[in-house]
Nanobody, 119 residues
Framework: QVQLVESGGGLVQPGGSLRPSCAAS????????MGWYRQAPGKQRELVAA???????NYADSVKGRFTISRDNAKNTVYLQMNSLKPEDTAVYYC?????????????WGQGTQVTVSS
């Protein structure tokens, strides 16, 4: 069984920073791409940032220059450094990872962590 466990969300004032993390555990053979998505109330889930196993990254236009995604392959963990946060960044943030077990390649999702940007 594979699990993604997120932590590090919370309430922050505009202009502040947060650094959520997401750790994968279980019967993992390898992890391909990892990413962060977010879903605000009444909106569809959208990609925020993604990173390949080799370290290539891509970002949503709305977060470029403010957010940085990184990963520690030894710890099976992905991070999202969020700086200069804006109220429109408020959403539930979900971790995603494409994980290979011995027999399957599956997309896994974390449970979500709430990020609220408000004064």
């Amino acid at each position: 069984q594979v699990q993604l466990v997120e932590s590090g969300g919370g309430l922050v004032q505009p202009g502040g920073s947060l650094r959520p993390s997401c750790a994968a555990s279980g019967s993992i053979f390898s992890i391909n791409a990892m990413g962060w998505y977010r879903q605000a109330p009444g909106k569809q889930r959208e990609l925020v940032a993604a990173i390949t196993s080799g370290g290539s990254t891509n970002y949503a236009d709305s977060v470029k220059g403010r957010f940085t995604i990184s990963r520690d392959n030894a710890k099976n963990t992905v991070y999202l450094q969020m700086n200069s946060l804006k109220p429109e960044d408020t959403a539930v943030y979900y971790c995603n990872a494409e994980i290979a077990t011995m027999i399957l390649l599956v997309d896994y999702w974390g449970q979500g962590t709430q990020v609220t940007v408000s004064s």
